[in-house]
């Protein structure tokens, strides 16, 4: 993480230019990444659309059927 601090500067350009994604780690240990603001609400749109979509397979068919009996 101490070079990351120092060469901060120069890690964000990689980042901009090349869509580098730096790890960063704390005694060999992966404790953080840094990634492009654009990569980041990408990856979280996409979490919620996954959840969305978790959640929706929870609800309970529809039977069409019993609607058509019932209204038509």
């Given amino acids: 993480?101490?070079?990351?601090?120092?060469?901060?500067?120069?890690?964000?350009?990689?980042?901009?230019?090349?869509?580098?994604?730096?790890?960063?780690?704390?005694?060999g240990v992966p404790v953080a990444a840094i990634v492009e603001a654009d990569f980041l609400e990408d990856v979280l749109d996409s979490l919620e659309i996954m959840k969305a979509r978790e959640e929706t397979r929870k609800d309970p068919l529809v039977d069409w059927a019993k609607i058509r009996a019932r209204y038509v």
């Fill in 1 to 27: 993480m101490t070079k990351a601090r120092t060469h901060l500067g120069a890690i964000v350009q990689r980042l901009r230019t090349k869509g580098e994604r730096v790890i960063l780690e704390k005694d």
